[in-house]
């Protein structure tokens, strides 16, 4: 018997056998029970969630003759004969995307199948169809034969026409966890005999990225390399060409402190190992995001990131020491890099003369030059060592003076200007308010919004306006991406929340300049006459 690839082999055959999507396999299983099909299926969710499996096993239950609990006996003529296009005809829409495809496909579904009730059409990656492709499309799935059965399956939704998808019984397919990986994993290394530490495959339960096809290929990869070894952590690392969290670590602390030969000299003994350019550099950036979400969630962050209380700990101490707005810098910079990456040849050169950058200039946040002045300006403030206007004192001097100065009725002070104050009304206003609740809704809904915590909100221009203001922009495109469904959730939970119905727009800050310190804002907090000294 031919050999047969993992992934293939461990295929889901029944409803049953599926993984993680339960709210999918009961809404499809009790159509079939009940007699209650559609004629057309969207099947949305990223590459290895089982979309194509789900698809393949809910064809073969419509049309078997001996149906269990609504999963096809795999037994019987018909479902032995599906896997032979028989009733079942799969079309790659990325090769097969123009406008004569699909018109085959209409002067096919007038027939009736010879055997079943159905004919049943999976389309893959149906938003690579060109526009045309689609247009023809839609008239079929407006009138479809009664013995026809569309499913549609993508990993771009927002690319699908909304006419098309207005026709189809939505499915959303979820990431797999890291968790429901590893345990796959597992039952599949027993079942076929190969050994492997639990750490092998946590980090390769990670690296699949919510994938379980992606995670039987690397298995699988792993295996072939290393035949009749055992797989350890150190082995899948060197299959992926990445590095260990210890390495991410150290060089991470190298670039905090700007020691630049330190982290070049760990680079070079890496790539002396043979770590893949482009692999190491998204592993880093991986490592830099979980830092980032430490800090901003704490421990609340390690059940996010999935990981043993070991792995938490040692993120959550480095993570102390490292401030949020540099932790965000790295990453952005890096994130450019990887994408320049795609078309050098020199992938090394272009990694080593960023990291001499990220360790010679930083964000004015993380600068230590200002932060030292910021400190020494808060201290003289705390003391209240100050000079009278149009002299220059020592700190000693400073002291005398504020000794010996007499204390001033408050109406013989010098005028100076208030503080702005930030005006608002409306719906704008009471959302504000109860932003801080809002913000730990929206969190626990969808943890991936956890960068709320590192933006600012702030009235907007109308009384039903409000503005989401970061300069990261990363941050804001993550919530303008999918159509902006991020930002209409955010003004959802705020409506449940207050009952106050607003927009939300965003604001990059990252490109604008920064603004002049107003002191007299800060005079004005100070019970004497003083003077700004340059």
Same mark, same amino acid.
């Given at each position: ?77 018909? %479902? ?24 085959? #496909?209409?002067?096919? $579904?007038?027939?009736? *199948? ?7 059409? !999976? ?65 599949? %290394? ?5 050994? &492997? ?41 060197? #299959?992926?060409?990445? &590095? ?114 990220? %360790? ?13 002045? $910021? ?9 209240? $060592? ?32 208030? /503080? ?36 600012? !909100?702030? /009235? ?52 604008? *300049? ?14 004497? /006459? $003083?003077?700004?000294?340059?």
């Amino acid at each position: 018997m031919a050999y047969m690839a993992l992934y293939r082999k461990w295929r889901s055959q029944t409803f049953d056998e599926i993984v993680g999507q339960e709210a999918v396999v009961t809404a499809l299983r009790n159509q079939i029970i009940h007699n209650r099909i559609g004629h057309a299926y969207l099947f949305c969710g990223t590459r290895g969630t089982g979309k194509t499996s789900m698809a393949k096993i809910f064809a073969r239950a419509v049309n078997c003759l001996h149906p269990v609990n609504g999963n096809p006996c795999n037994e019987c003529e018909l %479902c032995r004969e599906s896997e032979s296009g028989f009733n079942l005809i799969e079309i790659d829409a990325a090769s097969n995307n123009g406008v004569d495809n699909i018109r085959e #496909i209409r002067d096919e $579904v007038r027939y009736t *199948p010879a055997k079943g009730k159905y004919r049943v059409y !999976i389309i893959d990656e149906v938003h690579m169809l060109s526009s045309g492709a689609f247009n023809a499309l839609l008239k079929t799935l407006e009138e479809p034969p009664e013995h026809v059965i569309f499913i549609l399956a993508t990993t771009e939704p927002h690319k699908v026409l909304p006419t098309i998808i207005s026709r189809c019984q939505r499915y959303d397919f979820k990431r797999f966890t890291s968790g429901q990986i590893f345990d796959h994993l597992q039952e599949v %290394c027993q079942a076929e005999g190969i050994r &492997a530490t639990d750490d092998a495959l946590r980090y390769i339960a990670r690296a699949a990225d919510g994938g379980m096809r992606d995670s039987l290929s690397i298995l699988e990869q792993c295996v072939s390399f290393y035949v009749d070894e055992e797989i350890d952590l150190a082995k899948v690392q060197d #299959i992926l060409g990445t &590095a260990g969290t210890e390495e991410y670590a150290r060089l991470t602390d190298a670039l905090a402190a700007r020691r630049a030969p330190d982290a070049l000299r760990q680079i070079g003994d890496i790539f002396m190992a043979g770590r893949d350019v482009t692999a190491f550099t998204t592993g880093l950036i991986g490592h830099l995001r979980n830092l980032l979400l430490m800090k901003a969630m704490g421990r609340d962050g390690a059940a996010i990131l999935e990981l043993g209380s070991e792995e938490a700990t040692a993120l959550s101490q480095q993570a102390d020491h490292l401030p949020a707005e540099q932790l965000t810098w790295f990453i952005e910079s890096l994130t450019e890099l990887e994408s320049r990456m795609k078309y050098a040849s020199e992938k090394r050169v272009l990694l080593e003369v960023e990291i001499i950058r990220l %360790c010679r200039g930083a964000s004015e946040a993380t600068d230590e030059a200002l932060l030292a002045r $910021v400190a020494a300006l808060e201290k003289r403030l705390d003391e209240g $060592v100050f000079v009278q206007k149009g002299e220059k004192a020592t700190p000693a001097e400073n002291k005398n003076v504020r000794k010996e100065a007499p204390a001033q009725p408050l109406q013989d002070l010098p005028k100076v200007r208030q /503080p702005k104050m930030i005006r608002t009304n409306g719906a704008a206003a009471q959302v504000l308010e109860a932003w801080p609740a809002v913000k730990k809704r929206i969190i626990s809904q969808e943890p991936g919004m956890y960068t709320l915590n590192l933006m600012e !909100i702030k /009235p907007g221009s109308e009384p039903d306006q409000l503005i989401l203001s970061s300069n990261s922009k990363i941050y804001i495109k993550q919530l303008e991406d999918d159509g902006a469904r991020k930002l209409r959730l955010i003004e959802q939970v705020i409506m449940d929340e207050t009952g106050a119905k607003v927009h939300i727009r965003t604001q990059d800050t990252s490109a604008a *300049p920064a603004p002049e310190m107003d002191l007299t804002d800060i005079t004005s907090l100070i019970h004497g /006459p $003083v003077d700004i000294l340059d």
